[in-house]
């Protein structure tokens, strides 16, 4: 057996009651929407919120718990799978679980403060609508990239949409790999995963790239959060670059991002035109939410910032021929 073979069963043996728990929640009808981190503060502050009393309140509300308390047999997976800390007397799992149109996703558990968290919320639920939108119609065998993928949710929509699609889904945090391997497994989607910054593993052409990269500047540099140079745009201006050099004639990029509007311009859309231009590609450009993390503009690094929109930016790459 090669080492590539061992390395998978290790993955499958290792993955297993990650994805026993991902099936008992769907069997038992487990859902839970993610808010924001803000939100998410705001309600586990309550006084009638410090112990958990449900599963929602363990695997989504990411309370404490006594064992024995809400479901053994949910406790008995976070246990095999090495997903819970002890807190004294309680016990916290280390894992969240969303619900998604239908499919269940784990992530890290709030709150994300280690820097190579895997971050789920109401960025998540905008950018599967933006690609199911979108992907009303796809080329036969059309094989898709989900980069930077976290938890699996673009390649895993896209996927949905596209019925026979090669997937394949790059990041390069092998903990985000890890979880998109789980909750792909899980929604019955074949995936290739590659730890990867470049889209080099990936072979071929991309008739389908989905993007949702972070946008935020992050003083702590955390990799789903720190968006980088022009006011946190530069991630996603990289992304989109090195996907729209490899898109086939008439692929399409997906991005799903926030821009940092100053004085009145959009450099993030002013670059990705250019950048359109420059590899024969067409773009549809348009805000989703106009102001978005106002809280941000207090932190000195926006201070000529007037707002932070969030936008999809939907580029095609020209026919040849």
């Known amino acids: 057996m090669s080492r590539t073979e061992d390395a998978q069963d290790a993955d499958l043996a290792a993955d297993a009651p990650l994805r026993d728990l991902l099936s008992l929640l769907r069997v038992r009808g487990y859902a839970f929407v993610t808010p924001t981190p803000a939100t998410h503060q705001r309600v586990v502050a309550r006084p009638d919120r410090q112990d958990a009393t449900s599963v929602e309140d363990i695997l989504g509300w990411s309370l404490p718990y006594r064992p024995g308390a809400c479901d053994p047999e949910v406790e008995s997976l976070l246990e095999r799978a090495d997903a819970i800390r002890q807190e004294g007397d309680l016990r916290r799992a280390t894992v969240r679980v969303s619900s998604l149109r239908g499919d269940l996703f784990l992530h ?131 992304m989109a670059v090195m996907a729209m050099r490899r898109l086939a004639p008439a692929g399409r990029l997906i991005l799903y991002t926030g821009s940092a509007i100053v004085r009145g311009q959009d450099a993030l859309k002013a670059a990705l035109n250019a950048a359109a231009r420059d590899h024969d590609a067409t773009m549809r450009y348009r805000e989703i939410d106009p102001d978005v993390f106002g809280e941000e503009l207090e932190n000195p690094a926006y201070r000529d910032v007037d707002r932070i929109a969030l936008v999809a930016a939907v580029i095609t790459r020209t026919t040849a021929g």
């Open 108 to 238: 890290s558990a709030y709150p994300t403060d280690d820097e190579r968290s895997v971050f789920f919320g109401p960025d998540s639920y905008r950018f599967a609508d933006l690609i199911d939108a979108e992907l009303r119609a796809c080329p036969a065998g059309a094989r898709i990239v989900d980069i930077g993928t976290g938890s699996g949710v673009g390649g895993i929509i896209a996927a949905r949409a596209c019925p026979g699609a090669r997937v394949h889904l790059t990041d390069v945090n092998p903990a985000a790999l890890r979880f998109a391997r789980i909750n792909a497994a899980a929604a019955g989607i074949a995936t290739q995963r590659h730890e990867t910054e470049t889209l080099d593993p990936v072979p071929g052409a991309i008739d389908i790239a989905t993007i949702n990269p972070p946008y935020i500047i992050d003083d702590d540099a955390r990799l789903y959060r720190d968006g980088g140079a022009m006011h946190g745009g530069q991630v996603a201006l990289d």
